[in-house]
């Protein structure tokens, strides 16, 4: 019989760590990513829990841990950069801190994924999937910018939390998306004096956070996030237009929420405005009925099907695991496609809505919207950094 056909859309973590192990389980594997070529940067993600196994079984665990940015913790501050609590790396990866030993940027990442895919898999960058006719036996899909319609056993999305493969599979319904209220925007910096190889977080009223992390190419990663305490919020609105509106509206917007904010804000704004590198996000959890369409030929990894949320920490970890056990269901019954992704489905379910659970009050009590809640956060911080016996001296 011949191989099956998969076409996997998306070429960022999920969708190359998907193709690595399709291919082994035996399938012909087509890669869509519409970006004109693979992004090389991106905010850092960190790989815990099983997907540490999965990398070994990779034999990329080294590799990637190499082009990590070798932090060696993270600090909450105040506003004059006084320490209120540190915790080192987790070199276990079993979440015991607040970050851990393997924290890469995610364009290097899935460069890694696909140097060691790009020759058993097809790879077409600078195109997308228009449309799909599902039947029982395959899916004809449609491309949007020229690449001739082709018949798949299989499409998979992994292209994200505003999958399009998602919407025309299963509906573009609300109740598909659960909205945490908050918008994250990522970026590079120079290097400052006040850099380190230690991230540095702060908190400022009106459920606003801004760090400053290192990376292994020479710049800061900065990160400022906006947390709604309820969809009342006018700035909810305002970041939704900005990110339809393109990265000149985003940075506007950014700077008129951020301009009050003190500590070192002056400073990352004017390296904001100067980067060619930032990236607006809409924070959201996707909670789909079924991860597989009536047809049993189209299905979901990562972000496009279960995204956990930054909040999580663990939605890199989580793509890597989904693509290990999807390929592996693929592999034990390749020509009954349907039966492979119910079972795909029956396995990972269970542990990805243990991850989405959040703890009660995020992220919301985490984000304060108002001094009295930034000092009571820092309190706790302080505390938990006391009992851990790495509180700096003030």
Not at 75 to 102: H, P, Y
Not at 237 to 259: D, N, P, S, V, Y
Request: aromatic share 8%; with cysteine.
């Amino acid at each position: 019989m011949s191989l099956p056909r998969v076409l996997v859309s998306g070429a960022s973590v999920a969708g190359p760590a998907l193709a690595y192990w399709l291919v082994r389980a035996g399938c012909k594997v087509t890669v869509v990513e519409r970006a004109p070529s693979l992004r090389k940067t991106g905010q850092g993600v960190d790989i815990r829990d099983s997907a540490r196994d999965v990398i070994r079984r990779m034999g990329l665990f080294d590799r990637i841990r190499d082009q990590s940015s070798h932090e060696e913790g993270i600090m909450a501050v105040d506003g004059n950069n006084r320490c209120l609590g540190r915790f080192g790396v987790d070199e276990s990866g079993k979440g015991d801190s607040f970050t851990c030993d393997i924290e890469i940027l995610r364009g290097e990442l899935a460069g890694i994924l696909v140097d060691v895919t790009k020759d058993d898999a097809s790879y077409i960058f600078g195109d997308m999937v228009e449309s799909m006719q599902e039947t029982d036996k395959e899916v004809i899909v449609n491309f949007a910018n020229g690449t001739p319609s082709t018949a798949f056993d299989l499409v998979v999305a992994a292209d994200g939390l505003g999958s399009k493969i998602r919407r025309l599979a299963f509906g573009n319904s609300k109740s598909h998306i659960r909205d945490l209220d908050s918008y994250i925007s990522y970026f590079s910096i120079p290097p400052g004096d006040t850099d380190s190889m230690w991230a540095r977080v702060h908190w400022v009223k009106g459920g606003r956070t801004i760090s400053l992390r290192p990376d292994n190419v020479g710049r800061t990663r900065a990160f400022m996030g906006v947390t709604a305490w309820d969809k009342s919020d006018e700035r909810l609105a305002r970041c939704a237009k900005a990110l339809k509106e393109g990265i000149l509206a985003q940075k506007a917007l950014l700077q008129e929420l951020f301009q009050d904010a003190g500590w070192e804000i002056p400073r990352i704004l004017q390296g904001m405005h100067e980067s060619d590198d930032l990236y607006m996000q809409h924070i959201a959890q996707v909670r789909l009925n079924r991860w597989s369409s009536s047809s049993g030929r189209v299905t979901v990894v990562g972000d496009a099907g279960y995204a956990v949320s930054p909040f999580a920490g663990m939605g890199t970890s989580v793509a890597f695991i989904g693509a290990y056990i999807l390929a592996g269901e693929i592999s034990q019954q390749p020509h009954n496609i349907p039966a492979a992704l119910e079972s795909y489905e029956r396995i990972l379910r269970p542990y990805v809505e243990s991850i989405q659970k959040l703890p009660p009050g995020i992220p919301w009590l985490v984000n304060p919207q108002t001094t009295t809640g930034i000092r009571v956060l820092e309190t706790c911080i302080w505390g938990l950094g006391l009992l851990a016996g790495t509180r700096l001296a003030a």
